[in-house]
């Protein structure tokens, strides 16, 4: 008798432990932001316009990062600024003045690698490195290594 409560007590672990294993669901990160906003004494509109903001940015990275991409690189913060006005917008109409506000100081606080997406920085620094291989300032990357550099590496 002891062994099968050994048994069924190991199952119920392993069952615990395999049950715990399952990935988070599409909405479980949504549900523990709100609990987070609830529990920081933010109302529901507040906890509402505080999702638009990350919805906003997210659809900012993904919007920047296409156009940069169509563009071969060439894009200007000017024109992510614009894109991020028009998403403010959207913002403004939803959930206030105020909401629209912070988004736009967000994105402004933030660098155009960090709006951007790895696609879209990978673009712009094609169009960085070429203009400055085309100067002379960014070496190739298959140039040889200059004399004094390989005597200096030898083994004497």
């Known amino acids: 008798m002891i062994e099968w409560g050994l048994l069924i ?38 906890t509402q316009g505080a999702v638009s903001l990350r919805v906003g940015l997210v659809q900012l990275r993904r919007l920047a990062s296409d156009r940069c991409v169509e563009k071969n690189g060439n894009m200007s913060r000017k024109e992510i600024n614009e894109l991020a006005g028009n998403i403010a917008i959207g913002i403004a109409a939803a959930h ?28 712009r620094h094609r169009v960085y490195v070429t203009s400055l291989r085309s100067k002379g300032l960014y070496p190739h990357p298959r140039a040889p290594m200059p004399p004094d550099l390989r005597d200096a590496f030898k083994v004497a």
């Open 9 to 46: 007590f190991i199952a119920i672990i392993l069952v615990a432990y395999a049950l715990s294993m399952i990935p988070d669901g599409p909405d479980d990160a949504l549900a523990r932001f709100r609990q987070e906003c609830r529990e920081q004494g933010m109302s529901f509109e507040e």
């Open 96 to 123: 206030g003045h105020q909401a629209a506000k912070s988004f736009v100081a967000w994105v402004d606080s933030c660098a155009d690698e960090e709006i951007l997406y790895d696609d879209a920085r990978a673009a």
